[in-house]
């Protein structure tokens, strides 16, 4: 748009100056627009810079569950299923496409992207033994495949060159021979984020050690085994790895890589790791981030806790010296090596313990603040936060943990937690914590909607702390989230929780809502009625989804209806306790154990009287007198019946007699 | 202690509100009143059961019995039976109606109402359900300190004193005299510290859950104080873990010096798992996913270029396809000589001057050339050999053919 306008510009000008003939030339030299040289993008910068203006909404959850609003899960295991569920639906489809190409051989695609056409694994048994076939097998990362195509090619007397086996060395001894673990697999997030990671032993004689023996020795591979012994360890591989470390030490210490002497401390007690440090330093060999951590895993196992502490901070005061600040996996060494909670300690002793901790982890924060950025390091990184917050829980300090919250919300951390697992622990300490100390119902209401459901999951436990919260001071707006997270979780058919829904909403002072919120709460309650009575029907076959009534809820029910004008609904929820066919067989929908509450029956009564509704107050009186064994307080209600409700002589003396034969 | 105060009350009530004998009675003997728990053991059947009732088990006793013993036996052994029964009746028609009963705060409220000028009941703990608790907390001791060790004789003496002492320091605390305690007992505190840290377990265990079960129903204040526990701040005095006071002295200052050695594909390798294991469950919006799918190959790159992928023709100038007809300038169609002068100058290019020939086939390759060069489909290097195809149809007896046709032709034409 701009471009039109400056040439318009230009040539106005210029016929301008053209009439001033003598500075023509050069005036034209002047306004030249020069249009810049066009930048060299690459294809995703475009959408990074878009990416970068999109915040994050608050009130929406996670993009990844984005969907039909009755879909999106509120607690942390329907999230997994529902996140499960998506993956497991692309994979098998992968699958089919895989398996059955020839089902997709008419697509006429233009271009024809290979991405859409997934291609299965060369089988290692069928393949041409070639070095060609295994260096790509290594590329691919397929350990096993190459494993076995090694085996064959071996087997087969097929050369390899050293620069192929190499490459297969460096693999197996990664990853121990085995696949690469579901905790590195790129694309399928879901089994990333519940795979359980499991430190397998080193795999004696396997194709790692083949290959190792028969390739010449070298300092290179002799540390590359080293750290693959430590990485995958067991008791018989530390001790060679030790063997390994020692031999090479005698040949050439100064080669031995940063990441080989930081696997061999981590394996040591903490004599040994101050020694191989030593070493490091006669070799004249830099400590990087991985020795510094690897040092502290080793002083955190030092079992006496003042000796531990005093391991650990000068450790840390090592590490500044040297220049290093830390990573955030350092931090979390540090902070799991102060934890300590041994069954005997003194109640004082163990406080003592805690403001230690805290004390480290302020100082820690205070560093990280001022960093500018946090970068991911190790996979570890992220448990920095979740033992921070561990701990701020557990000294009860908001402050704290809000200052963790906000580090770790900061644009300037890029560590992420895993959704389906850690950031709901991490979040769900906070909050709970929040439900506690926060003084204002105002300000925990927004806390509290600014993380359920999106990054805490619905929980049994987290609605009881808000209940009790709300039985302190009722908040409706709050009680209503509740009660409304409760639902989509399926908490609502809960005894428990809909006992506490119910108490909250009789306990809600309905003087002091708003017109609006009045008409919130009087269409609540005929809903979660309905929810109730729902659940109830599951007979026979559903009978696995069955939540039976009681009478003590169908009484609170009742009063509930009642106090929101529904009546007729009312009285009609409290005749079906009169019916024995609810209550009785297989079809029962109210359980036959328990009575009715008093005081929402005694209400109840109240306004049958009130309206002078005979049947009404029978009902109640039925009910009443099967909990009440006063007799005095029956028959006055009986009297006030009577008197009140106009009942016939026959009918008077129907009641009379029932309350009397009930009490003899 | 509120709640318990008010079943002391609600009992007392009872009696003056004239229930039945029995329940009267009974509210007596298990209600608030340790004292006269413990002095009325046998009731006086007449205050339980109806004179009729006392008249037939006189009567029953009589027709049964023998001698006078005998009579007496049986006439006690009756009335224990009709008390007990009596009892359970009461308990089983109340125990229901009164817990759900002080659940209720309204009632709660009333009561609370009620019992606040009559006097705090000192005994009120001894409700007969929370003896019950109690023995019950005191087997749960005994057997935790069996567990941990100590001998039977040792765990019930624990068992005895754990329970004893966590009554009445939960007493002590309802009643705010904790402070008096805490100021005025020093003797109990040495005792205390004098126990062993296992045993002293015990006793806070014990406190705990009688704390627990005692005021189970506490006010949600309370609830909430109890959830919180003690807030821990930082220590000032704490000595730095980030200053270098304190260090191993191994390396001295500044290692830039020193050699970064590393593996190379480990340190690689480790940093791509981190970086995965960083992408938490995949995208964040809408413009990430599409970060993803370009990286993947499963969306066409930005800037957005309408020739991604073309294959061969990717190198094809688009002139190359609209002036398709430059191939028929090296052919041997006929180019009529006439039809160079024909245009507007003798700049023509060949192609230009084949467009003004008039010959029939000229003219009919024209036509060809023309749709071939407004077909997006196909590639140049088959238009060509469309052309190409036609170029060697028309050869030189067909030329003469369609020469010889078309002049036919035109002397029909010029006849008519």
Redesign the interface.
């Known amino acids: 748009m701009i471009r039109p306008r400056l040439l318009a510009l230009r040539s106005s000008k210029v016929m301008r100056r053209s009439n001033q003939s003598t500075e023509a030339p050069h005036s034209f030299n002047e306004i030249r627009q020069m249009i810049p040289t066009a930048v060299k993008?690459s294809?995703?910068?475009?959408?990074?810079a878009?990416?970068s203006t999109?915040g994050?909404d608050t009130t929406a959850p996670?993009?990844?569950f984005i969907d039909d609003p009755s879909m999106i899960p509120s607690t942390l295991v329907t999230r997994k299923s529902y996140?499960m569920a998506k993956e497991m639906g692309k994979r098998a489809a992968r699958q089919l496409a895989t398996e059955w190409p020839t089902l997709f051989a008419f697509d006429r695609d233009e271009?024809?992207?290979?991405?859409?056409r997934p291609q299965g694994n060369p089988d290692p048994l069928q393949m041409e033994p070639t070095e060609e076939s295994l260096v790509s097998l290594i590329e691919s990362r397929c350990v096993k495949d190459a494993c076995m195509l090694y085996e064959r090619m071996r087997s087969d007397g097929v050369d390899i060159s050293d620069h192929a086996k190499d490459s297969l060395f460096?693999l197996t001894s990664?990853y121990n021979n085995e696949d690469v673990p579901l905790?590195?697999?790129?694309e399928w997030?879901?089994l990333?984020?519940i795979a359980l990671i499991e430190k397998t032993p080193w795999t004696t004689a396997g194709v790692a050690d083949l290959v190792y023996e028969s390739l010449p020795p070298s300092s290179?591979r002799k540390?590359?085994l080293i750290?693959a012994l430590c990485k995958h360890s067991s008791p018989s591989s530390i001790k060679r790895a030790r063997e390994l470390y020692e031999e090479l030490k005698k040949e050439d210490k100064?080669?031995?890589?940063?990441?080989?002497y930081a696997a061999i401390i981590s394996t040591s007690t903490w004599r040994n790791a101050?020694e191989i440090?030593?070493t490091m330093?006669d070799a004249?060999?830099?400590?990087?981030e991985s020795v510094w951590n690897a040092l502290m895993q080793s002083a955190s196992k030092i079992p006496v806790y003042k000796d531990r502490m005093?391991a650990?901070?000068?450790?840390?005061?090592?590490m500044?010296?040297?220049?290093e600040k830390g990573s955030l996996s350092v931090f979390n060494s540090?902070l799991t090596g102060l934890e300590d909670d041994k069954e005997?300690d003194?109640e004082a002793d163990k406080?003592k313990k805690?403001?230690?901790s805290?004390?480290?982890?302020?100082?820690?924060l205070n560093?990280l603040e001022k960093i500018e950025s946090i970068e991911?390091?190790?996979?570890n990184?992220?448990n920095f936060f979740c033992s921070a917050m561990y701990i701020a829980r557990?000294?009860?300090?908001?402050p704290?943990a809000r200052r963790i919250v906000s580090l770790y919300e900061s644009k300037k951390n890029?560590?992420?937690?895993?959704?389906?697992s850690n950031?709901g622990a991490f979040y769900s300490s906070f909050l709970l914590l929040c439900s506690?100390?926060v003084q204002s119902i105002d300000e925990f209401y927004k806390m509290y909607i600014y993380h359920v459901p999106r990054v805490v999951g619905v929980s049994k436990g987290l609605c009881q702390?808000v209940f009790?919260?709300l039985?302190?001071t009722p908040h409706w707006p709050l009680l209503h989230r509740l009660i409304d997270d409760c639902i989509s979780s399926r908490l609502i058919t809960d005894i428990y929780i809909s006992n506490s829904i119910r108490?909250a909403l009789i306990?809600t002072p309905l003087q002091s809502l708003s017109p609006s919120e009045r008409d919130d709460y009087s269409s609540l309650i005929p809903r979660l009625v309905s929810i109730w009575i729902e659940f109830s029907r599951f007979t026979g076959h559903m009978q696995r989804l069955q939540t039976k009534l009681s009478p003590?809820s169908i009484s609170e029910c009742s009063l509930l209806l009642m106090r929101v004008g529904e009546r007729e609904k009312a009285w009609h929820l409290l005749e079906m306790l009169c019916e024995e066919g609810n209550t009785h067989g297989e079809d029962a929908t109210i359980s036959a154990q328990?009575?009715v509450?008093?005081?929402s029956m005694n209400e109840l009564l109240d306004d049958a009287i009130r309206r002078g509704h005979a049947e009404n107050a029978a009902t109640c009186i039925q009910l009443i007198s099967s909990?009440?064994?006063?007799?005095?307080r029956l028959e006055q209600m009986t009297n006030t019946v009577i008197s009140r409700c106009g009942l016939t002589t026959v009918q008077a003396r129907i009641v009379s007699t029932f309350v009397r034969l009930r009490e003899e | 202690s509120m709640l318990l105060r008010t079943i002391g009350g609600l009992v007392r009530s009872g009696l003056s509100n004239g229930g039945r004998r029995g329940v009267r009675a009974l509210s007596v003997q298990t209600g608030g009143d340790g004292k006269e728990d413990h002095g009325k053991k046998d009731v006086n059947p007449k205050e339980v059961l109806d004179e009729e009732i006392l008249k037939a088990v006189d009567d029953v006793a009589n027709e049964l019995g023998g001698d006078k013993e005998k009579k007496k036996g049986l006439r006690t052994s009756l009335l224990s039976r009709l008390i007990s029964h009596e009892k359970e009746t009461f308990q089983s028609a109340t125990v229901d109606h009164t817990s759900e009963m002080f659940s209720d705060p309204g009632v709660l409220a009333v009561l609370k109402e009620a019992a606040a000028p009559t006097k705090p009941l000192p005994n009120a703990i001894h409700d007969r359900k929370a003896k019950r608790g109690l023995v019950l907390l005191r087997k749960e001791v005994f057997y935790q300190a069996v567990q941990s060790g100590y001998s039977a004789e040792d765990a019930q003496r624990i068992s005895m004193e754990a329970v004893e002492e966590a009554e009445k320091r939960v007493e002590e605390k309802r009643d705010g005299e904790i402070e008096k305690r805490k100021s005025g007992d020093i003797e109990k505190k040495v005792i205390m510290e004098k126990r062993e840290e296992k045993e002293q377990k015990l006793f806070d265990m014990a406190y705990d859950l009688a704390q627990k079960m005692l005021y189970g129903d506490d006010a949600p204040e309370q609830k909430l104080a109890a959830l919180a526990s003690k807030v821990l701040e930082a220590d000032p005095s704490f000595p730095s873990f980030f200053d270098t006071k304190t260090r191993l002295n191994i390396f001295k200052g500044d290692i830039s010096q020193l050699e970064t050695r590393r593996i190379g594909f480990w340190e690689e390798w480790e940093e791509r798992a981190a970086k995965t294991w960083n992408q938490s469950i995949g995208p964040e919006n809408a413009f990430e996913e599409q970060i993803l799918w370009t990286k993947k190959g499963a969306q066409w790159p930005y800037p957005i270029n309408n020739e991604y992928l073309l294959g061969q023709e990717e190198k094809v100038p688009f002139f190359e396809h609209i002036f398709v007809d430059r191939r028929l300038a090296s052919s041997n169609l006929p180019k009529e000589e006439t039809s160079l002068g024909r245009g507007s100058g003798s700049s023509y290019s060949v192609s230009k001057g084949l467009i003004d020939t008039d010959g029939p086939i000229a003219h009919f390759m024209h036509l060809v050339a023309v749709g071939l060069s407004k077909n997006p489909h196909m590639t140049v290097e088959k238009k060509q050999r469309h052309i190409d195809w036609f170029i060697s149809f028309f050869n030189v007896e067909k030329q003469k053919l369609v020469h010889k046709l078309h002049e036919q032709e035109q002397a029909a034409a010029a006849a008519s």
Not at chain 1, 183 to 186: A, C, I, L, P, R
Not at chain 1, 254 to 260: E, L, Q, V
Not at chain 1, 627 to 632: A, L, P, S
């Open positions: 993008r294809p995703s910068d475009l959408l990074s878009l990416s999109v994050k996670h993009f990844q996140y271009p024809r992207l290979e991405v859409f460096a990664f905790s590195e697999v790129e997030h879901g990333r984020n290179l540390s590359i750290s100064s080669s031995i890589p940063s990441r080989t101050i440090l030593s330093k004249g060999v830099r400590p990087e005093n650990l901070r000068s450790t840390m005061g090592e500044i010296t040297c220049g540090l005997g003194k406080e805690i403001v230690n805290i004390s480290v982890l302020v100082e820690i560093e991911i390091v190790t996979s990184d992220s557990k000294a009860g300090n908001l704290l890029t560590v992420k937690l895993m959704s389906l950031e506690i100390q702390t009790t919260r039985e302190a108490i306990n003590f328990g009575t509450k008093a005081a909990t009440d064994v006063n007799k005095q």
